[in-house]
């Protein structure tokens, strides 16, 4: 089965992270990659252009490790071309089973990265070299990475267009008889405070417990209500949050549903997703087009 690593993320650091394994028994291509394969096995499957490697690498700066995932293969970059003689031109040559090094002078990759992009230590004009020592277990096709990518658009559409019936659903279930506001935030006060109204500037503390439709819970400040939705993490204090108003960076439907709450008041917010994560999602608990459920107690506002 091929497994599932962020490839944006490992497109970077294969890009940017870089290592060197000294040694002889390299050879030369005319563009001027060098490269050494320990293992070929020329009968299998070999990378064509677009294809993304599965397997274990390790990128070394000279004798500096950069990057490695030796022990935990995965998909590790994929076979495009930046300029003549880069990594792509030694990943063409490679079959499934191989096991090779690539070598780069680093002042010829520099030429293509911002300063800011090369290892602080890299010095120009000292021959240093990026080496990749690469371990090709599998190959994701360009035609499976397509089918891949049009799967996923289908799958967002879908919940997109499944997220109003989501909520309706909720709504229903849970015999909720308050109306949204005009973009689609639900607000139900179990109870009302009297205290001063939260706004922009005043400094609140609250307490807060997230959840999905479906009642997995994702994070909550609440200790209780933490072990309970199994997310509890003996390092984390559990303490009410403390922020200014308007200088946080919280999601429009919380900052909506909170305004103009008086202290002492606990809610319920139904957040659309378009008020929430919308087709980014958050981390791995919150996926794409999710709408939110937030109990929240408005302890203080000052």
Not at 55 to 60: A, D, L, Q, S, V
């Amino acid at each position: 089965m091929k497994k599932q690593i962020k490839l944006a993320t490992l497109l970077v650091v294969a890009a940017t992270m870089l290592a060197a394994c000294g040694g002889n028994g390299f050879k030369t291509t005319d563009n001027g990659l060098m490269y050494k394969f320990e293992k070929q096995n020329k009968n299998a499957q070999q990378v064509q252009e677009g294809d993304v490697l599965v397997g274990e690498m390790t990128i070394r700066f000279d004798t500096t490790e950069t990057f490695s995932n030796v022990g935990n293969a995965g998909r590790i970059m994929q076979a495009t071309k930046t300029f003549d003689g880069d990594l792509y031109e030694g990943l063409l040559m490679m079959h499934i089973g191989d096991k090779a090094t690539f070598a780069i002078e680093a002042d010829t990759l520099a030429k293509f990265l911002q300063p800011n992009q090369m290892p602080p230590y890299y010095q120009p004009g000292k021959g240093m070299k990026i080496y990749y020592e690469i371990s090709l277990q599998d190959i994701v096709t360009k035609d499976e990475i397509m089918q891949e990518q049009a799967n996923f658009m289908a799958e967002m559409q879908q919940r997109q267009q499944g997220e109003p019936d989501a909520i309706a659903t909720y709504i229903s279930e849970n015999n909720i008889n308050a109306k949204p506001n005009a973009d689609g935030l639900y607000v139900i006060v179990k109870k009302k405070g009297n205290g001063p109204k939260v706004a922009a500037g005043k400094k609140v503390a609250i307490n807060y417990t997230g959840s999905l439709l479906d009642g997995t819970m994702f994070d909550s400040s609440v200790e209780s209500d933490a072990k309970r939705g199994n997310i509890y993490t003996p390092e984390r204090t559990y303490e009410p949050l403390s922020y200014t108003v308007g200088q946080m960076g919280l999601i429009k439907g919380w900052e909506d549903g909170i305004n103009g709450q008086p202290e002492g008041s606990i809610l319920q917010l139904i957040i659309p997703s378009a008020l929430g994560y919308g087709s980014r999602g958050a981390g791995e608990m919150i996926p794409p087009y999710a709408p939110l459920v937030f109990d929240i107690e408005i302890v203080s506002v000052k």
